[in-house]
């Protein structure tokens, strides 16, 4: 069974609006989480990282990671066209080296 | 932007027929991942190398895959006798232990 689990499955968001995407692991042996981010047709590409309790910002995404629940979100504010895209959700054990378990993903839609 | 060079980019197989796939990971990048994406977007390990050395690999790969990352050539994933459920992306990336992990933009096989 997936050890990584994403919600929602699909979100659809104006534009200009805010995406919050979840994201738990029940593989307690993992410690970094990745946010990659997928166009149709094309290589996942990383967004952000996580390793630290708390909350990171970059530009417009936003991620919070709580350790003691292996749950983190993604937020994107101020939502365009542009970042209509699968989000995957990936969990690690120790650095970018360890294998990555993916989650199934969440399919954003931003709507002009 | 990714410099993970994956080839062939399509390839069509009959069942039972060898698919052989090449993947050069970006220079000075160790360690290398293979995985399998499905048509329902899920992410499967199947091997990461570090240098000419197999690290970890699942069971499918063991049994029905060949892989080798060879010094100063491509590395490579063979499936020896493709199924139909073989059918998706299979996605090569290269990292340090500095950076993260950096996808090619896959090799996408069909088994008809």
């Known amino acids: 069974q997936q050890k990584v689990q994403q919600s929602p499955e699909s979100l659809i968001v104006p534009e200009g609006g805010m995406a919050s995407l979840n994201c738990t692991s029940s593989d307690r042996n993992v410690d970094y989480f990745w946010w990659y981010r997928q166009h149709s047709g094309k290589s996942p590409k990383m967004l952000m990282s996580i390793f630290s309790n708390g909350e990171k910002e970059e530009g417009r995404f936003t991620v919070h990671l709580n350790k003691a629940s292996l749950h983190t979100s993604l937020h994107i504010r101020d939502s365009q066209p542009s970042d209509s895209a699968l989000y995957l959700c990936?969990?690690?054990?120790?650095?970018?080296?360890?294998?990555?378990?993916f989650g199934a993903g969440t399919q954003l839609i931003v709507i002009p | 932007n990714s410099k993970v060079i994956q080839t062939p980019r399509y390839l069509v197989k009959g069942q039972g027929q060898k698919a052989k796939m090449r993947c050069i990971p970006e220079k000075g990048h160790p360690v290398v991942f293979w995985y399998q994406q499905n048509k329902n977007n899920e992410f499967k390990f199947l091997i990461n190398?570090?240098?000419?050395?197999?690290?970890?690999q699942i069971d499918m790969t063991e049994k029905r895959f060949s892989a080798e990352c060879p010094s100063n050539s491509p590395c490579s994933l063979e499936i020896q006798s493709s199924e139909a459920g073989d059918s998706a992306l299979y996605l090569c990336?290269?990292?340090?232990?500095?950076?993260?992990?950096?996808f090619g933009k896959g090799t996408r096989l069909t088994v008809v």
């Open positions: 990936a969990a690690s054990k120790g650095s970018a080296l360890g294998r990555l378990h």
């Open positions: 990336a290269s990292g340090t232990a500095n950076t993260e992990v950096f």
């Open positions: 190398f570090q240098n000419q050395e197999v690290l970890q």
